[in-house]
């Protein structure tokens, strides 16, 4: 089994915990622009059917011919 030969250091174990959290801070900022811009129609890289009317469910579509 390997094991590694010496101890990491505590400034290096806080500067990868740091990358860390940078990367996922940026990652969750961007996801949170891109659901702000869906919720108020201004997505330009999202698509989404824009008219409330197109779906309705009250009116059910029956596959069966009757």
Do not use: C, H, Q
């Not at 869906?38 to 409330?52: E, G, M, P, Q």
Request: without cysteine; glycine residues 2%.
């Amino acid at each position: 089994m390997a094991v590694p030969k010496k101890r990491t250091s505590k400034s290096k174990t806080k500067i990868r915990k740091g990358v860390w959290k940078i990367e996922t801070n940026e990652a969750a900022s961007k996801a949170f622009s891109l659901a702000k811009s869906v919720l108020t129609k201004r997505s330009k890289s999202f698509y989404y059917i824009a008219d409330d009317e197109s779906i309705n469910p009250s009116e059910s579509v029956s596959i069966r011919d009757e």
